[in-house]
């Protein structure tokens, strides 16, 4: 039985080389392509805990804002009812002053007081003959 000369080839040294050569490239190629693929894997890791990571710092400083506003709300309507209560004992002092003033200049300077307060909302309580009952907060 004679073989055909095509058929069965005895590969040159340089053929076999070449051929390995050609698959540790092969294997190389692979081992980067796995390689490559982990590190994109890690990467896309990385790029969801900070996108959560910003989330969070976000609502953080949100929260810190909404808190600040609502502390600076609370200290804007407190220091205005301080400022109230340190001037109670002036109006006080006023209105005793406007009875026995006889020039009436006292009445337009505690009638300007009044005003002023009013328009930030405030009322005068009549209280004569009434028992003092103070509200409590």
Known sequence: MRM???????????ETEMRNSQ????ERNSNSVRQMNEEISRLRQRESELVQYVARQRADLENFIKAKEREVSMQVRNAGREVIKALLPFLDSLEAAQRSDQTGQMK???DQVINIL???GFRVIEAKGEEVQPVRA
């Open 4 to 14: 055909n000369s095509a058929s069965r080839r005895i590969a040159s040294p340089i």
């Open 23 to 26: 698959l540790r490239n092969m």
């Open 108 to 110: 337009a300077l505690y």
């Open 118 to 120: 009013s328009s930030f």
